[in-house]
């Protein structure tokens, strides 16, 4: 986890339950909260340790007892079904957005780009300061650690997938590879104004398309994960990525 995102973690977390909230959709900070708990305990069980971070021998050995392990497995190792609960709200407060924002006296095309520049003003100032902030000679200074173990390795295209939200489709994200899901986050962002116009002007083809995307994404997950035999591993995501995916090196060759 990094030092300003757990900075402001925390200072949300303390506002969860030191804030009045009147809006009718202040139930959903209960499901915040379970996801929140199982991330950080998942981190904290299987990543959290100093020979983890070291990649020793050691760190290896209890990465995979706790994987195997029927009952800590699936809570401290796999971390997934948090990461859904936040796509899920993400998904949902989204839909809510372009609901209330949205002009039907407007374009889509304008109505679109106005959605997806507020969603980008919320995500990507935050994350391209951290970047600039952990991969310079600040983040080398005050957290050698984390530096050496996440940052060290990190080449010039590898960031700028990150500053394009791309990451999450490269061969292996190694390079501060936990900022995947704010890629997978900008992608759902993109999918987002298309999926509910569709559901709006042809309902029965858009629920066919959500029913299809979410049928196959659960298939391919499940697959790979009974496959490679990785079901209670954090990184359950990544031989899909090797096997199908290259398209972030790709683009980043392309642009840089």
């Known amino acids: 986890?990094?030092?300003?995102?757990?900075?402001?973690?925390?200072?949300?977390?303390?506002?969860?339950?030191?804030?009045?909230y009147n809006g009718r959709f202040a139930f959903?900070?209960?499901?915040?909260?379970?996801?929140?708990?199982?991330?950080?305990?998942?981190?904290?069980g299987s990543e959290g340790r100093l020979d983890i971070l070291r990649r020793e021998k050691s760190g290896d050995l209890f990465k995979q007892n706790i994987h195997e392990h029927p009952i800590f497995g699936p809570i401290l190792g796999n971390s997934a079904l948090g990461v859904e609960i936040f796509l899920f709200l993400s998904g949902f407060l989204a839909a809510r957005s372009w609901q209330r924002h949205r002009s039907v006296d407007r374009p889509f095309w304008l109505n679109a780009s106005g959605f997806l520049f507020r969603r980008w003003l919320r995500l990507a100032p935050p994350t391209l300061a951290f970047i600039y902030i952990a991969a310079g000679p600040l983040g080398k200074w005050a957290l050698p650690q984390f530096f050496h173990s996440m940052v060290s390795n990190c080449s010039s295209k590898q960031l700028f997938s990150h500053v394009l939200f791309i990451n999450n489709f490269s061969k292996i994200p190694t390079c501060m590879g936990w900022l995947w899901y704010l890629g997978l986050d900008w992608q759902c962002y993109l999918l987002t104004p298309f999926l509910l116009y569709l559901l709006e002007k042809r309902?029965?083809?858009?629920?066919?398309?959500?029913?299809?995307?979410?049928?196959?994404?659960?298939?391919?997950?499940?697959?790979?994960?009974?496959?490679?035999?990785?079901?209670?591993?954090?990184?359950?995501?990544?031989?899909?990525?090797?096997?199908?995916?290259?398209?972030?090196?790709?683009?980043?060759?392309?642009?840089?």
């Open 203 to 256: 309902p029965r083809f858009g629920i066919s398309v959500l029913i299809i995307m979410i049928g196959g994404s659960v298939f391919i997950r499940g697959w790979h994960c009974q496959v490679n035999g990785i079901c209670n591993n954090s990184d359950v995501d990544i031989p899909v990525s090797e096997e199908y995916f290259n398209i972030g090196e790709e683009l980043t060759d392309r642009w840089w």
């Open 28 to 44: 959903l900070d209960i499901f915040r909260f379970i996801a929140l708990c199982w991330v950080v305990i998942n981190h904290l």
């Open 1 to 20: 986890m990094s030092l300003p995102y757990s900075i402001i973690s925390l200072f949300k977390f303390n506002n969860l339950f030191t804030s009045k």
